[in-house]
């Protein structure tokens, strides 16, 4: 089994104070690394000290047309969400690739030391239709697999990825049969809009939407799962719920499993507002359910489908999910880290930014000057944007204390205590600073550190020890909100992506 190779039993129980498997895997299997989505490599990072190699990720990025006062004369932004790299733990490195202006997509497998092209094969994946930012393509890894997401709500897969050559097929939720009966009406009407998360398992999970008819009675948007034996099952957005006004997984939503991998967490939504819901991660059986509120307004949560914020499951069995506020904007486009107990029934202490964002897990350990009772920390961008509200462009990084509170001076609601943050460190004529690009950040657990992209084109190394950016590398000259995820290969290669292209970074 490829990838249940585990770090030693100590570091684990020192570093979090459970189950080793929970942070023992090397490889970065799926969105945020793994199925708990902590973003968390016990794995060292290797210095920044250079580009090993790079490739696209897009070779036909659209630039929109620039935006007077949002979007300055000579800047570029993409709004688009890139999938993470993969990588196995036998260190090959899998890269989603856009190959057209509006869609077309394909997978490529790339010797981790050199970049050299190990195969490439094209998908027929269809994006779901949306009005904002381009969603994403987010294919995941198992023990002996990799899925990508396919047409009609489908998944292809790949047997020894590490290989030039391996067994192909294809597998769908509802049965496989019903999909080649009638293709055309399937890929016309099923999309699944998030990213794939797998478990050490096997299963595969997914968020779907359905438009319109589809050829089999019946079928609605929500959640599906495939077993590692290949059979499927999904639930209704709505049944998951208990509510007939929901109508999606909001788009790029992946989800998210227990530590103990019992329960599964996704949000569903009527395209604006929604719930977190709780699954049997089995059966895809309710288990539980939360409307999602706004701290300040107590009104519903914006779930905006431009956003690629997913569920977060701590070691402790606390979830946490970003959504934008409700009024707009209230808190500068900050949006909110909704945080709950593992059973839906108590909401805790949110975070003071959400929007935009998956939380990465930092264990306490790494903080050498946190005093503080909590196990772990979360680490999430702290954007305050300027002219949004009251937002100066004082736009930060941060990591936080999930169980101490302290007022947000902008809203004045009592929200997790900052036990460390950090200025972005290029300005951004005429206010602030650059913003951090990042919807999920690598942390680097022996290194003390996190590694998060700005866009001011460079990666940064956040000491957590000395609470500075001890090291960077340029990238590209900078490109605007474009967020995209960083990660930590087997061997401390770290990847980032900026301007439509990953970048293999190290020694």
């Known amino acids: 089994m490829l990838f249940m190779r585990s770090a030693p039993t100590a570091l684990a129980l020192i570093v979090f104070c459970f189950a080793p498997a929970a942070f023992g895997q090397t490889a970065w299997t799926t969105f945020a690394k793994n199925a708990h989505h902590n973003a968390a490599s016990t794995t060292a990072s290797q210095s920044l000290n250079g580009i090993h190699w790079q490739t696209p990720v897009d070779l036909d990025p659209q630039y929109p047309v620039r935006r007077p006062g949002v979007v300055p004369d000579g800047a570029e932004e993409l709004l688009i969400h890139y999938g993470t790299p993969l990588v196995t733990a036998a260190n090959t490195v899998i890269v989603p690739v856009k190959t057209g202006a509006s869609g077309g997509f394909r997978v490529e497998a790339h010797t981790a030391s050199n970049g050299n092209l190990v195969w490439h094969a094209p998908t027929d994946y269809l994006l779901p239709p949306s009005h904002g930012w381009t969603p994403v393509f987010g294919p995941a890894l198992t023990s002996e697999r990799l899925y990508v997401p396919a047409a009609g709500g489908t998944i292809l897969y790949r047997d020894n990825p590490d290989s030039a050559t391996g067994t192909e097929g294809r ?3 509802y049965g496989l049969a019903a999909y080649k009966a009638n293709p055309t009406g399937f890929s016309s009407s099923v999309y699944i809009n998030t990213p794939l998360t797998t478990d050490e398992k096997g299963d ?5 939407l359905v438009q319109g008819a589809s ?25 998951a719920a208990a509510d007939s006004t ?17 329960t599964l967490y996704i949000a569903v939504s009527n395209g604006n507002a929604g719930y977190l819901v709780a699954l049997n991660s089995t059966t895809l059986a309710p288990v539980a359910h939360v409307r999602l509120k706004d701290p300040k307004s107590g009104q519903d949560a914006e779930i905006d489908d431009s956003s ?34 593992a059973g839906l029934s108590h909401a805790k202490t949110p975070g003071a930014f959400g929007w935009d964002e998956t939380a990465s897990l930092v264990p306490a350990s790494m903080v050498p000057s946190y005093a503080g009772t909590s196990r772990y920390l979360v680490m999430t961008k702290y954007n305050n944007y300027a002219d949004i509200g009251t937002g100066n462009g ?26 460390l943050t950090i200025l972005g460190p290029t300005p951004n004529p005429p ?47 900078g490109i605007g909100e474009a967020y995209t995820p960083t990660a930590i290969g087997v061997d401390g290669t770290v990847y980032a992506i900026n301007d439509a292209i990953l970048f293999a970074v190290g020694n």
Request: a negative charge.
């Open 308 to 341: 690629s914020a997913s569920p977060t499951a701590g070691p402790d069995g606390d979830v946490y999910y970003g959504v934008l506020e409700n009024p707009f904007p209230e808190n500068n486009d900050r949006g909110w880290l909704l945080h709950f107990n």
């Open 171 to 173: 597998a769908a939720f």
């Open 246 to 262: 929901m109508t999606e997984v909001p788009y790029n939503c992946a989800p998210a499993l227990s530590l103990d991998g019992t």
């Open 215 to 239: 050829p089999l009675a019946g079928l609605t948007s929500g959640i599906a799962r495939i077993g590692a034996n290949g059979q499927g099952t999904w639930i209704a957005a709505t049944t």
């Open 394 to 419: 004082e736009n930060k990084i941060a990591i936080l204390d999930p169980n101490a509170t302290e007022t947000d001076p902008i809203t004045g609601v009592t929200v997790m205590n900052e036990v």
């Open 431 to 477: 206010e602030g600073v650059k913003e951090w690009c990042i919807n999920s950040a690598a942390v680097d657990i022996p290194g003390k550190s996190v590694l998060a992209n700005s866009e001011d084109g460079n990666l940064y190394r956040w000491d957590l020890t000395t609470n500075t950016l001890s090291q960077k590398v340029a990238l590209t000259a």
């Open 204 to 208: 595969v999970y997914f968020g779907f």
